[in-house]
């Protein structure tokens, strides 16, 4: 009975997501999953850790590069594809994050973009003999459909990646509720503390850091699937706000905000684009709007309505298990 | 029994600590025995909390060593003291305040029992450990059960040193250092905080660092009084009488008085 109350939120959640694709176009949905799960990663890493990332664009480019050269070069199968770009993030993530997660706040934030541009200008520049510059690597003609789900077909590509994200959500979920999650929160706010009660901060942070940008690689890695195309655009750092946008957007460290911060991002990016060229000032406005008027983001400050709305609980302090 | 026969837990060998032009720790020898309660006195900018700092390793000495049960652990990260039984707590309160108070216990709980290792932290659940009847029965005890569930930033200051210190005794070390455990709180809590010490006094060796003998009175077996990075005096209550002690804690200069009286004497006489 516990496991099932403690399930029936996300299931909803994806319930929900899925009904909304017999009514919203599949592009639409099927971008909205993927930019959840790159945001899942960015959302563990600020609201569990307190690590702003503006270089997260360079994972999700690990992620979709590593897919892509697999698809490009060597074979065919998209499920392979996917698990190489996993590899690629989790690999890049073990070998750099010792480096990395010594540093705090805004050095953390800038050592990240400088790994973004990094990246950016290596795809579109230096390593153009492999990654085809500009140009991009083209491969959607060289995937091969899959047994069971097709992921060529992107009405079953959309479910498949529904299945990744709830799966990743549920993960997530789970390490909230870990020791490690505490660990997690704790070395966010008071790291002198958890050392004098003999935990090792940068073991804790080092793994945040490699789960979280694995995620994002994951996100990469789909993208390179989803499009059958990638290109140095994907790393760039005129994108790095974007993941932090969605995750502030959504609620800092809830568990649905990074879904509901895609769908919100991705709708007015959609809905503001057809009407308004420059979209993008448009959007910047709006999220200053709401960042000031709702600080907890849409989720943060949804949720404890919701909560009350449908179990009518009573108004007591905040306590620490609310979702 | 004498001092002396006791096993030494901590023991610092000729440590020494510079910030700059001020030497706040200057070759301070000092042991503590098993399973007593011992204080470190003195005015604010003695050195107490520097030479505490070095004991527990947030400083490392410039010279000198740190032996705890004989072995050397002056260059031991905080983490392996805490293996070996040394728990700490700060001046100020410090705590995990966007935790509950429940997780907060557990995670003290939790290092006692089972290995710091990422394998550990991720195969167990906060939510098992929270029904775990030593955390329990500790909420109990502390008076901390009506706001288990609370968020640690939403508690009093009392509330909170009384949470601090509940998870330092469910760590279950064998050395508990207190630093400053009674700042700020109102009299009514200082009576809580030393009864729950109390409770802990022939079960752990503990040593508070404190800055108002009012406080501690009568609770301490054993004290050193530090001033300007010294000890300058070692035993029982009566060592506050010590005319060096009662200058630098006191501000009361015997010897000043008793020139004065000595000239008020001899002008009687004049």
Sequence with gaps: MNALKWWWGILLAFALLGVSRTFLPLPFMNEVVIFSIYAMGCNFLIGRVGYISFGQPAYLAFGAYACAFYLFYFGTNPLVGIMVGVLGGLVVSLVIGPLFVRLRSDYFAMVNLALAVIVFYLTQKVLVDITKGDNGLWFMTRITSTPGLDLTIPGQFFIFALIVALAVCAFYKYLDDSIYGACCLATKINENKLQFLGYDNFSIRLLAFVIANTTTALAGAMYAVYLGFVSPEMASPSRAADPVIVTLLGGVGTLFGPIVGAIAYTGMKDVISKLIGNWELFIGFLLVFIMLVADQGIWGTLAPLLEKLLWRRKATLPVATKR | ?270
């Design chain 2, 1 to 270: 029994m004498s001092p002396d026969k006791r096993t030494v837990v901590i023991k610092a060998e000729g440590v020494s600590k510079r910030f700059g032009t001020v030497q706040a720790v200057d070759q301070v020898d000092y042991q503590l025995y098993e399973n007593e309660v011992a204080g470190i006195l003195g005015s604010n900018g003695a050195g107490k909390t520097t030479f505490f700092n070095l004991l527990t390793g947030y400083y490392l000495p410039d010279e000198g060593r740190i032996l705890y049960q004989g072995q050397d652990v002056t260059r031991m990260t905080p983490q392996q003291r805490v293996s070996l039984g040394m728990m700490r707590s700060f001046q100020l309160t410090s705590t995990f305040d966007n935790l509950s108070v429940i997780d907060n216990l557990v995670l003290a709980f939790f290092r006692a029992h089972k290995s710091a290792s990422l394998w550990q932290l991720l195969i167990n659940t906060c939510r098992k450990h929270r029904k775990d009847e030593k955390i329990l029965a500790t909420l109990a005890s502390f008076d901390l059960e009506r706001v288990a569930d609370r968020l640690v930033k939403h508690l009093g200051l009392g509330e909170k040193r009384r949470m601090e210190i509940a998870m330092e005794i469910l760590a279950e070390p064998k050395v508990l250092l207190l630093d400053e455990p009674l700042a700020g709180l109102a009299e009514s809590e200082i009576k809580g905080v030393l009864d729950i010490l109390r409770q802990q006094v022939g079960k752990q060796t503990i040593l508070i660092v404190e800055h108002k003998i009012s406080h501690v009175q009568d609770f301490l077996q054993r004290l050193i009084v530090m001033h300007e990075g010294r000890i300058i005096a070692e035993g029982g209550y009566e060592c506050l009488q010590n005319p060096e002690v009662r200058k630098s804690y006191w501000q009361i200069d015997d010897s000043a008085s008793e020139s004065a009286s000595a000239s008020a004497d001899a002008g009687e006489v004049s």
